[in-house]
Nanobody, 126 residues
Framework: QVQLVESGGGLVQAGGSLRLACAASGRTFSNYVMGWFRQAPGKEREFVAGIRWSGGNTYYADSVKGRFTISRDNAKNTVYLQMNSLKPEDTAVYYC???????????????????WGQGTQVTVSS
C-alpha cells in the first residue's frame, strides 16, 4: 500500500513557475514508477510526466515537454514536478500516482495507476 500527498499548487501568472511535491509513504518508494497527471474541468485526466525507479528515465506529454521537469528523491520518498513557463491551459488539478509495485513501464494512461494522491490545484492567470 502506498499513500501519496501532493503540495505546492497555487495561483500564478502566465510565464511563472511552480514546484509541486508528492510525498509518499507505505511500501518501498524506490520500487515504484511515479507519474503526474492533471485534470481540467470537463476534461479527462491526462498524463503529464513519469519517472522510473532510478530517476534516469523520464517521460513527458508533448504539451509540457521543455517546460516541466519531473524528478525524485528516493531518500525523502518524494517526487517533484517543476513547472516553468506556465500557460493558462496548464490550469488543472494535478495528481501524483503510482502503479502496482514492480511495474517497470511508465504508462501514460490513468487506468494503469493504482495509487493516487488527493490532488493540488494549479491556476494560471493570463
Amino acid at each position: 500500500q502506498v499513500q501519496l500527498v501532493e503540495s505546492g499548487g497555487g495561483l500564478v501568472q502566465a510565464g511563472g513557475s511552480l514546484r509541486l511535491a508528492c510525498a509518499a509513504s507505505g511500501r518501498t518508494f524506490s520500487n515504484y514508477v511515479m507519474g503526474w497527471f492533471r485534470q481540467a474541468p470537463g476534461k479527462e485526466r491526462e498524463f503529464v510526466a513519469g519517472i522510473r525507479w532510478s530517476g534516469g528515465n523520464t517521460y513527458y506529454a508533448d504539451s509540457v515537454k521543455g517546460r516541466f521537469t519531473i524528478s525524485r528523491d528516493n531518500a525523502k520518498n518524494t517526487v517533484y514536478l517543476q513547472m516553468n513557463s506556465l500557460k493558462p491551459e496548464d490550469t488543472a488539478v494535478y495528481y501524483c500516482a503510482a502503479p502496482p509495485s514492480g511495474t517497470i513501464v511508465v504508462f501514460t494512461t490513468a487506468a494503469s495507476y493504482r495509487y493516487w494522491g488527493q490532488g493540488t490545484q494549479v491556476t494560471v492567470s493570463s
